[in-house]
Structure formats: C-alpha cells, structure tokens
C-alpha cells in the first residue's frame, strides 16, 4: 500500500523513488488536473473579462427562479438543490476510495453507485434547467433577459452560461461514464485480483476536482 | 575531423557486441511484429523517432511554403511556370494570389512553431533523452506516450487535408485573431480552412498534454537510484520545465479556440462586435471583445516561444560540455535561469499587444517584466560563453550547431529588449523588425539546437554517423544564409515596411528594398536546398553511414552512453546503473571524463 | 499524523468537512438572497457582499482540495508543486478584468453611440420578441 512506513530522514529526492511518494498514475492525474484548472480558470476568466467591458449585465436572480413543480419567484433554490447533490455525492466518492484502502469490495461497491446516482441526478437537474432556459427563450446567440438596470443586454450572458455549464456538464458526464466503467471492475473483482483500488483514487481525484469546479462556476453565474 | 573522439579509454567494445545480439534486460523481447516495433510502438525511443521523422517532414513542407511566398516577395506580378504546376489555381499564370499567398504564410507559421518546434524538437528528445537520461526502462506511461504521437499525427493529417479544401486552407496568420478567423465571411480560408485548422489545433493541444503530463511525472518518480535532482542533466531539467509550460498554458488555447468554434459555429460573440461586412452587411452580433481572444492566445502563444526556445537550451548545454571537455559553468545558475523564464514565460504574454488597445497603464506593467526576462537569459548566454572559456573543443557537427544557436540567441535577443519597450514598438510592431526578431531567437536559434541534437545524439538512435563534410556545409551555408536572410529585414523594419503585405511595390518608400527582397528569396532558395542536402545525410546515414563501433563516441558522462550501442526496449542489459555524480565531471582531476556511474574516489577533489 | 485511531479520525474528518462545505454554501445563498432582497443597486454593500462570497467561494475550494481530494496528507513538496502553480492565476485574473474594464471605458469614452445606447431602457417583453425574430430571421 501507499501508506508505509516513513521515516524522517528518507532522501525523497535522491532518485530510485517517488519523491512524494505516489505511484506515476495519481500525479498524472493531479497535474492533468491542475491543467483542466487553467482551462476552466481561462473560461471563467474570460467570462469575467466581458463582464467587466459590459454596461451591464443581468441579475441572476431574476433569470433563475425557478423550481420543477413549484413554479418561478423561487431565485437560488433550484441550483441549491444541484450543488448539495453534487457535494453529496463527492463525499460518497471519499467513502468509496476509503473503502478501496480498506479492500472493502461491498463497501466500494454501493458508495460508488451512490455517487453514480447523484452524478445522473445532477445531469438531470441541469437538464431541466436548460430546457427550462430554452422555453423561455435563452440559447446559444439568443438572450431574452435584459440588464439589472432595464438596459438592452448583450446575447453573452447566454452565450457564457450555457458554454461554461456544458463544459461543467460534460466532465461531469464523463466522471459518471469514469465510475461505472469503476463500478464494473470493482464488481468484476479486477482490483481484488490486481492486489489494491488505487484506480478508484484516481477516479474520485477526478470527480472531487468536478465539484470543486462546480463550486466555482455556482458562485459566479448564481451567485455574484 | 575524428567523430569518434580521441577517448574511448573506458569503452568495452567485446561487451557491447555481445549486449548488441541479447536480450534487453529484464524485459520483453517477445515476437514484435512490424507494426508493434515501428507503428504503434510504445518504445520511447521509436515514438521519439516518429516524432521526428514527422516533424521533419512538416519541416519540409512549411519550409517550401515559405520559399513559395518568397518568390512572390522578391518578384512580385512575375511570372514562375513552375508555381502554376504547383499550386494549380492558386498560382494561376504562374503568380501566387493574394488569397494563395496569405494561405502559405498562415499554414507555413502554424506549421513551423507547432507541428516542428515543438512536436519536432521537445516531442523528439523529449521522448529519447528523458528515459535513457535519468535511468529509466520507458516512459510512466508508454500507452499515454503512444497516443500523444498519434494524436499529433492526426492533427498532422487534419491540418494537411485542410490545404486540399476547395476554399483554402486558413489565411488570417498563424494567430488567427477574430473577427477573420471568426466568421466564415471574411475570406476564402476563414471557412472550410479555418474548421479544419481549429480541430487540428485542437488534436494538437491533446497530444502536447498527453506527452507534457508523461514527461513531468517520469522525470519526477522514474529517476534511477542516486540521480537526484542536481545531477540531472540539463536536457533534462530543460524539458522538465517545457513541459510545466505546455500543461498549464495549453489548456488556455484550447479555451480560447472553444469560444472561437462557437462564436463560428453557434451564434455567439464573445469576440465579435459591431461588424459590417462588405456585401454582409452589419452582423447582429454585439457585445464581445477581439482583445479578449488575443489575450487568452497570447496567454499560450508567449509561454509556446519557451516552449520551443528551452529545449534547444537544454541540448546546447549538454552537446557544449560535452565538446569543451569542461563541466558547465555555471550549473545552479543555469537552472535558476530556466525556472525564471519558466516564470517570467506565464506573465509577460500582453507584449504582443501593446498597440491592440490595451491598456498603457497595464502595458507598462508588462513592460517592466518583459524587460526582466534579459536577466535570465543573459545569465544563460554568459554562462554558454564561459564554458566555452579554454575548453578542448571539439567541432564536431553538434558542437558547432551549439555555438551557433547561442550567436543566434544574441543576435536575436537583444532586438528583443528593443521590442519589449512599448513605446518603441508603436513604430516596430507588425513590421520586418518583427519578423527578423522572432526567426533569429526563436525560428532558427530553436532549429539550430534541434540540429545539435540531432546530430549528437544521431549515434545513439541509430547506431551510425552522419556524414561529416556533408555535416559541415550544411552548418556554415545554413549559419550563413540564417544571417543573410533575416538580418536585412531589421532595416526594412526600421524603414516601415510592414509584414503580411501581398505586394510592396505600391509604395514608392519601399521601392529602395526592390533589391534586397530579391536577395533574400535567393538565399532563402539556396538555404532551403541545403535543408535538403541534410535531409539526404539523414537518411542515407540511417542505412550507409560509418557504424558506430564504441559505446561512448563522445566520451559523454551521461547515462544514455552507458546502455547498449543499440538498446531495446528497456534500454539498459541487466540492472539500470545507479548514478554517483552529477553529469558535468569532464577534466576532473585529471580524468578526460568520469561517467555519472562512476563512484565517488576516496581522494577526488571536490568540484 | 496519528496511525493508530486513523479510521476514526478519518471518519470524523470527512463528516466535519461535509458539515462545513454544507453550511458555507447555506452562508452563501443567504448573502446571496440578502444581496437580492435589500441591495439591488450597484454600491459599496453589494461589493462587499460579493467579496465576502468570494472568500467563502475559496474557503469551500480549500476543503474540498485539501480533505476531499486528500492534498492535505500527501508531503510538503507535493503540495507546493500543486499549489505554487495555482499563483498565476493571480496576474492572469488581474491583467485580464483590468483590461477588460478598459474596453468599456475606452468605448463609453470615444463611442459616441455607444455611450448613448448604454442608457437606453428595454422592456423586457419586447426585447424577448425581437431577439427571437432576429434569429428566426
């Protein structure tokens, strides 16, 4: 296992060795990560960028509103919802890559169909709320809203909604597509055969970074 | 001149043979087909083979775009029967149209700066030196480092099949900057063309992130017992910090070109503003900045300069060591400069705009640390000329290439702490001083170092020698004509004359430059056909050239010297050696050289 | 780190950040909710309370990277090399909302239509039918 002994005066650096102690796989994914951060950052950097050269822009609040079966004048409630399922079904993901340390196959088994459940579950929030948005008329080049302060508005608030959340939206696709090929081997006894369930590390390092990102792009469509 | 180097005291020429025959080590040898050795192989030293037999070949195509479109600038409206069998109806008559010609330069940059300076240069010893170097079988992932060479293939053919499209290939430069790029109104190649170039881009971004996150992780787990950081050679500590720029700056691109695909494809304007096109009429699109795209290219496009310069430094570093028979000077020194242009490379990126609008408040602050980066590199030029310094050279091939790359890394250098202040940029930008500053630092002086790899480590990929004498002309007519062609264009920069103009004979200012543009084209002609001539030197040598009889033919400490003549996959015969020292112990208490597997004598001096 | 009572310890960890990822998100949507009902206009309290979101927006990002994605337990060199990289964005972010602003600026200042057309009101009903024969159209 990962966690061996260390002593304090180990020459991590001297070669022969990880100098942080990890396998290649899970720093690959790490610094893929840190990569997928700046392309994520560029684009919500970007986002800013035209907001900032913008006269105006409209208030969140007044274009989300609303809430399957419960009609619109709901602001914020709806994506509440999608990011506790999303941060829920982050922390089954630590359940489940805990349960791989301890070579728990039933554990690692059910927490990962639970943060299966809740990424499907997210995927179908979102898509209620962009046919939603779609009914009243927003898409890609189309803005129905106006400015916070009445004025004409630009199509990019669409335009960036709908761009960001995809690309959210596909990561978060393909992290529940990552899980269930998991769940198969974990199920199929691969990793009980190859000895540890570092692979669901990997994975979960995968589906904490989608909500981390989430984190982000809530705060700056929703929110602010 | 003797290749072989006058060493050869410590070679064991019985035991390579024997190696030669065997087994590569604990590894598999079992049946490999011909496509399992040579298509999809998974060796990192045949992946770096195809990366540069690849990049030659895009070397070669983007080199005759340019001798294509310095035919029209040296002869303007004359006609060349032989553009017309060429280009067909691009070149109708025999003269190059302004659509053709805009087409040449766009692909001939996109080509050079990403498909051979960086594919090429940091794909090729990338993959061959960061495993025999640091003591490794292969790669962290030979599968990742597979698919990072086919996607740029892919990314090769997609790029190739978009100058057969019926409209052209794209025309708006190789920076391509919207609103051109952006809508397919705008020009013949801004339709079809610029789709095709934007997934193949797109292909290209994966394949550098696939390969980058490879390179980081081997160079930081796969480093053989006792190869510290310190006693990493500085190719490879070069092509470490390529690939930290190429990770975090990469995605950026593929952002920017994201919202690009929409703003094409889908309706949006996130770059596009009050437009009105000729025969269009004015475009709904409202709200976007053109700057905005600039940025987020230039976020990429400056660390891609460092991208392209930092391993031709690595390679000059190691093959001039090596040659001078002397340690580097300088060894920390030259490592704290690659990490600060490593830095320096994520926050100067707005230099290229100083006169799109940006902000002059904000452009001062770029100023200053574009101004910054002189530091560093001045370090490295130093550090080049004092190890140097009462060497034993030896100028082979390699080694003069090394010489010349850093000649060129002044000569270019220096006009760009001319270009880094925006106030003399409002004269300069977009004129030949441009194009002459960034061909000399980073154009040639990159191939210049790419050469120097090539033909030092020549011997190690293929077990022969290139030709020497061919070697020799190829170097003086190439430092020659690199000279000839682009120091000439610093005065028609100065005079005004600016770039990406079809024709300048419309203007009575630069009819004085009549001349001088005819000579330029001919040098460029004659500089291309001794591309050619290495070109064969390559490939006959792979087959004819003199085999390589000693394991270490420079008597080099580095530990790709110390595996087979011929490695297999898995490089080393038996166990991969630990390494003693670091790399640079030449003309050490007396030793010609001491390998870095060499232990550590009782009595040794320290260094 | 302590080996012996690791799992439990591990165990408490994970609830204890679910809790605090939970109610930061809860003190978000209230400032958020606060923002829309009682200052509407733009002024020095809904800057901060933008600020203030953005703080907690950090705070959140903290925990999920350090106890959910375990950065916290790996060792002090693995750390910097994830987090030091991340100090670019600094620069990034600043160069490029200055800019941005500049444009705006820059257009108010020296277009005149633009100037002009900034302030024009818009109902909303008939800028949604507008848009949607634009694109019809």
Same mark, same amino acid.
């Given at each position: ?10 020459k991590?650096w001297?070669?022969?060795?990880s ?16 990569s ?10 970007a ?36 990011t ?5 079904s ?6 489940a890559?805990r ?5 728990n ?5 059910k927490?990962?169909?639970?943060? %299966? %459940?809740?990424g ?6 979102q898509?209620?709320e ?10 890609w080049?189309r ?8 004025t ?8 960036f ?12 696709f ?5 899980? %269930? ?9 691969t990793?009980e ?7 669901i ?13 989430w ?10 | 001149?003797?290749?072989e ?5 410590q ?6 043979h024997?190696?030669h025959?065997?087994h590569?080590?604990?590894h598999?040898?079992?049946?490999e087909?011909?496509i399992?050795?040579y ?18 070949v895009w ?5 005759l ?16 029967p ?17 659509? $053709? ?27 061959f ?5 640091i003591?490794a ?11 990072s060479?086919w996607f ?7 790029m ?19 609103p051109?790029?952006a ?6 190649g ?12 797109a292909?290209?971004?994966?394949s550098?992130?696939l ?16 190869m ?9 500590? $070069?092509?470490?910090f ?10 950026v ?8 695909i929409?703003?094409?494809n889908?309706?949006t304007?996130f ?13 709904p ?9 600039q ?16 391993? $031709? ?17 300088g ?6 400069s690659?990490?600060?242009i490593?830095?320096? $490379? ?5 230099h290229?705009?100083?006169?799109s609008?940006l ?10 640390l ?11 030029v ?16 390699g ?8 000649s ?6 220096l006009?760009g702490?001319?270009l880094?202040?925006?106030?003399l ?8 001083f441009?194009?002459?500053h960034?061909h ?15 033909y ?30 682009f120091w000439?264009m ?6 005004g ?5 079809y ?11 009549v ?6 084209t ?8 001794t ?15 003199r ?7 420079w ?7 110390t595996t087979?003549i011929?490695?297999g ?17 030449y003309?050490k ?17 320290r260094? | 780190?302590? *080996?012996?009572? *690791?799992d ?8 204890n950040?679910?809790?605090i ?14 923002? +829309? ?7 020095f309290m809904?800057s ?14 903290? +925990? ?5 994605? *375990? ?26 909302? +200055? ?7 820059s257009?108010?200042?020296y ?11 818009q109902?909303?009903i ?6 949607r ?5």
């Amino acid at each position: 296992m990962a966690t061996t002994a260390i002593t304090t005066d180990t020459k991590w650096w001297g070669g022969g060795k990880s100098p942080f102690n990890v396998e290649y796989g899970k720093l690959m994914m790490w610094y893929f990560l840190m990569s997928d951060a700046f392309t994520f950052g560029a684009f919500l950097i970007a986002y800013g960028t035209i907001r900032f050269s913008s006269t105006g822009w409209p208030d969140p609040n007044e274009v989300f509103q609303s809430f399957p079966g419960l009609g619109s004048g709901l602001p914020l409630m709806f994506v509440s919802l999608m990011t506790f399922i999303l941060i829920i079904s982050s922390v089954t993901m630590v359940l489940a890559v805990r349960a791989g340390h301890e070579r728990n196959k039933a554990a690692v088994v059910k927490y990962l169909f639970w943060t %299966i %459940i809740g990424g499907i579950a997210f995927l179908s929030c979102q898509a209620w709320e962009w046919h939603h948005l779609h009914e009243e008329g927003a898409w890609w080049g189309r803005n129905p809203f106006v400015n916070q302060d009445g004025t004409a508005s630009s199509t990019n608030f669409t335009n960036f909604f709908f761009t960001i959340t995809g690309f959210h939206g596909f990561h978060v696709f393909s992290g529940v597509v990552i899980n %269930i090929i998991m769940l198969i081997m974990a199920m199929t006894d691969t990793f009980e055969r190859r000895g540890h369930y570092l692979m669901i590390e990997k994975a979960g390092l995968y589906w904490h970074f989608v909500d981390l990102v989430w984190v982000f792009v809530f705060t700056c469509f929703y929110l602010i | 001149m003797n290749n072989e180097g006058v060493i050869g005291t410590q070679t064991d020429v019985g035991h390579v043979h024997a190696a030669h025959h065997d087994h590569d080590g604990d590894h598999h040898h079992h049946h490999e087909t011909f496509i399992s050795k040579y298509i999809f192989s998974m060796d990192h030293k045949m992946i770096a083979k195809q990366f540069l037999i690849t990049g030659m070949v895009w070397a070669i195509i983007g080199g005759l775009m340019s001798v294509l479109f310095r035919m029209q600038l040296g002869y303007p409206g004359e006609s060349f029967p032989i553009l017309e069998t060429l280009l067909g109806k691009w070149a109708k008559g025999g003269t190059i149209t302004p659509e $053709a010609y805009y087409a040449l330069v766009t692909t001939h940059g996109t080509v050079l700066v990403f498909f051979v300076l960086t594919a090429g240069l940091s794909g090729t010893f990338a993959n061959f030196l960061i495993p025999l170097q640091i003591g490794a079988r292969d790669m962290a992932s030979p599968f990742m480092n597979m698919l990072s060479y086919w996607f740029f293939f892919a990314a090769g053919v997609v790029m190739l099949s978009s100058i057969f499209v019926e409209t052209g290939p794209f025309s708006g430069g190789w920076t391509a900057y919207p609103p051109l790029s952006a809508l397919g109104s705008a020009s013949p190649g801004s339709k079809t063309g610029m789709d095709l170039w934007l997934i193949s881009m797109a292909l290209f971004v994966v394949s550098s992130l696939l390969g980058g996150l490879n390179y980081i992780a081997t160079i930081l787990n796969m480093r053989t017992k006792g190869m510290s950081m310190t006693r990493l050679p500085l190719t490879i500590w $070069a092509l470490f910090f390529t690939a930290i720029l190429g990770v975090l700056s990469f995605p950026v691109l593929l952002s920017g070109f994201i919202l690009l695909i929409f703003d094409r494809n889908f309706g949006t304007s996130f770059y596009l503003s009050d437009i009105f096109i000729q025969g269009v009429g004015a475009l709904p699109n409202e709200g976007g900045s053109a700057i905005l795209y600039q940025h987020l290219f230039w976020f990429l496009g400056h660390p891609e300069v460092y991208i392209i310069i930092l391993p $031709a430094m690595g390679i000059v570093s190691e093959v001039m060591s090596t040659n001078a028979r002397k340690p580097i000077f300088g060894y920390m020194a030259m490592l704290g400069s690659l990490f600060a242009i490593a830095v320096l $490379a994520f926050v100067v990126w707005a230099h290229h705009m100083f006169v799109s609008g940006l902000n002059p408040f904000l452009g001062s602050f770029f100023v200053l640390l574009t101004l910054l980066i002189a530091v560093p590199s001045a370090i490295k030029v130093f550090n080049w000329l004092t190890t140097l310094w009462r060497g034993n050279l030896r100028f082979t091939a390699g080694m003069l290439y090394s010489i010349g790359f850093v000649s060129m890394f002044i000569s270019g250098g220096l006009t760009g702490i001319f270009l880094g202040n925006s106030a003399l940029d409002i004269h300069l930008h977009d004129t030949y001083f441009i194009i002459a500053h960034f061909h000399i630092v980073m154009g040639v002086a990159g191939i210049f170092g790419m050469y120097a790899g090539i033909y030092h480590w020549f011997p190690k990929m293929f077990g022969r020698y290139l030709n020497n004498t061919l070697s020799y002309i190829h170097f003086w007519v190439t430092l020659a004509g690199a000279y000839l062609i682009f120091w000439p264009m610093h005065y028609e920069g100065l005079a005004g004359m600016p770039r990406r103009y079809y024709d300048y004979s419309n203007w009575e200012s630069f009819k004085q430059f009549v001349g001088l543009n005819q000579f330029i084209t001919i040098v460029a002609i004659i500089v291309f056909a001794t591309q050619l001539l290495f070109l064969f030197n390559f490939f006959y040598s792979m087959y004819k050239g003199r085999k390589v009889t000693s394991q270490n033919p420079w008597g080099s400490n580095t530990l790709e010297w110390t595996t087979p003549i011929n490695p297999g996959h898995g490089n080393w015969v038996g166990e991969i050696p630990e390494v003693h020292r670091w790399a640079y112990d030449y003309g050490k208490d007396g030793h010609d050289y001491i390998s870095q597997t060499t232990p550590v004598g009782a009595d040794e001096s320290r260094h | 780190m302590a *080996h012996s009572d *690791h799992d439990s310890a591990n165990k408490n960890e994970v609830r204890n950040v679910t809790i605090i990822l939970s109610v930061l998100t809860i003190v978000e949507l209230a400032l958020g909710f606060l923002m +829309y009902k009682s200052f509407n206009d733009p002024g020095f309290m809904r800057s901060a309370i933008k600020g203030i979101i953005i703080i907690l927006m950090l705070a959140k990002a903290f +925990y999920i990277v350090s106890y959910f994605m *375990h950065l916290g337990h790996e060792l002090r060199n693995m750390i910097m090399t994830i987090v030091v990289p991340l100090g670019l964005f600094f620069w990034f972010i600043i160069a490029f909302l +200055y800019d941005g602003h500049t444009y705006k600026v820059s257009r108010l200042t020296y277009d005149k239509y633009k100037a002009e057309s900034a302030n024009v009101k818009q109902p909303a009903i008939e800028k949604n039918e507008e848009k949607r024969s634009e694109t019809g159209h």
